[in-house]
């Protein structure tokens, strides 16, 4: 548990706390432009990037980016 636990403790640091989290997950077609504001001022945005891509998170703003953004840059990893 604490390797677990370990890996996440980016997350104490992450601006999103302070804000509403239905921000990070608008309606299809909705504006991402609040959770990217927030994203862009956040000093654990990489991690967080890092965290979605690895676990495929498919809704919702991580690390400043969309689903289909992610999409595309696991497909420039491999």
Same mark, same amino acid.
């Given at each position: ?13 992450? =601006? ?5 989290? #239905?921000? /990070?997950?608008?309606?299809? %077609?909705? &504006?991402?432009?609040?959770? @990217? ?12 990037? =890092? ?5 495929? #998170?498919? /809704?919702?703003?991580?690390? %400043?980016? &969309?689903?289909?953004?992610? @999409? ?7």
């Amino acid at each position: 548990m604490a390797i677990f636990q370990q890996g996440l403790s980016w997350q104490g640091k992450a =601006r999103c706390l302070e804000v509403d989290p #239905e921000i /990070f997950f608008p309606e299809r %077609g909705g &504006s991402s432009k609040a959770a @990217r504001a927030v994203c862009n001022q956040c000093e654990v945005r990489r991690d967080c990037l =890092r965290y979605a891509l690895k676990n495929r #998170e498919q /809704f919702g703003i991580w690390g %400043g980016t &969309s689903e289909r953004e992610r @999409r595309k840059l696991r497909k420039l990893a491999s």
